[in-house]
């Protein structure tokens, strides 16, 4: 089914381990989002990508990298896990489409670090 | 910078109630707007979304919401509201031109039998 597919579902970290996060879209959208949701404070940006081989800042960027060499791949890394990053991860891509415009997001990751 | 506000954190009501989830946005340009919910434990489902047009806009499951834009405001209503409604809500907001979605912190609705 097209979509956006995250993996892994679920990963416990150590403090100062790292991993990374990967995000796949098979729709040829070009934009590509992650942000993490934490309770009370909705869904904040981390990175973005507004297409093959670019990325840019989001809100809450500190602690996180990303790379986007594939259109359809948007990774999410964390070099030195934090407790601070627990959290739930969610991956979205956009679409432009003459007069419509639309956000599909995957299902998430949740993340805890020990 | 655009910016998302929804006053009520948590909203209690009766099952068959209306209810109105209110959201507040902050912008200098035209904006697109978004209704979210999340069922526990589970992603995000759109709603419901404003592009343009009729300032009266029907989503899924009853739910419609209302583009003000001289009171830079998004209200989400239902007329009747079930036990299945009980979930979280999020308005959110992206402008003209760009490509970042901004999420208000959300709307615990909780409906009681």
């Known amino acids: 089914n097209a979509g956006v597919t995250q993996t892994p579902k679920f990963r416990v970290l150590k403090t100062g381990q790292s991993m990374t996060l990967l995000c796949a879209q098979d729709?040829?959208?070009?934009?590509m989002y992650w942000y993490r949701q934490d309770p009370g404070m909705g869904l904040r940006l981390i990175h973005y990508?507004?297409?093959?081989?670019?990325?840019a800042k989001g809100e809450v960027p500190d602690g996180y990298n990303v790379s986007r060499l594939k259109k359809q791949n948007f990774l999410l890394g964390l070099e030195s896990a934090a407790p601070s990053q627990t959290s739930v991860y969610f991956c979205?891509?956009?679409?432009?489409?003459?007069?419509?415009?639309?956000?599909?997001f995957g299902s998430g990751t949740r993340l805890t670090v020990v | 910078a655009q910016s998302v506000t929804q006053l009520d954190s948590q909203v209690p009501v009766f099952e068959e109630a209306p209810v109105e989830l209110r959201c507040n946005y902050s912008?200098?340009?035209?904006?697109?707007l978004f209704w979210y919910v999340q069922y526990p434990n589970q992603g995000l489902q759109l709603l419901l979304k404003?592009?343009?047009?009729?300032?009266l806009v029907k989503g899924i499951n009853g739910f419609e919401a209302e583009f003000n834009k001289s009171q830079t405001s998004f209200h989400l209503r239902k007329p009747s509201v079930h036990i299945s409604d009980t979930a979280e809500y999020f308005c959110?907001?992206?402008?003209?031109?760009?490509?970042?979605?901004?999420f208000g912190t959300g709307t615990r609705l909780q409906v009681f039998p």
């Open positions: 912008s200098s340009v035209s904006v697109y």
């Open positions: 990508s507004v297409g093959e081989g670019t990325t």
């Open positions: 729709m040829n959208h070009e934009y």
């Open positions: 959110a907001v992206s402008r003209y031109n760009t490509d970042k979605l901004i």
């Open positions: 404003y592009l343009s047009g009729s300032t």
């Open positions: 979205a891509s956009s679409y432009f489409e003459a007069t419509n415009y639309g956000y599909t």
